[in-house]
């Protein structure tokens, strides 16, 4: 079995609302992310800590071309 870590995630330069929606969103799905008040001054950046997988579960094989068997 493959070990799950977290990896940040940056969005940078980003505007109020967009802000606003990525937080939400985020936060619904119970994600650790911040926001940020950018250089700018008036653009945000938001940092969230998404899982990542070493290993990537196997195709299924009816999902596969058979051309490319």
């Known amino acids: 079995m493959s070990a799950d870590f ?6 940078t330069g980003i505007s109020q609302e ?4 990525l ?3 985020y936060q619904q799905r119970g ?5 940020y008040l ?10 969230v800590s998404l899982p990542e997988r070493r290993f990537h579960r196997k ?3 009816s999902m596969l071309n058979p051309l490319w068997r």
């Open 38 to 47: 950018n250089e700018d001054m008036t653009l945000w950046d938001v940092v």
């Open 31 to 35: 994600y650790r992310m911040k926001k």
């Open 59 to 61: 195709t299924p094989a």
């Open 23 to 25: 937080t939400h969103h």
């Open 6 to 11: 977290k990896t940040p995630f940056r969005y």
């Open 18 to 21: 967009e802000a606003d929606f």
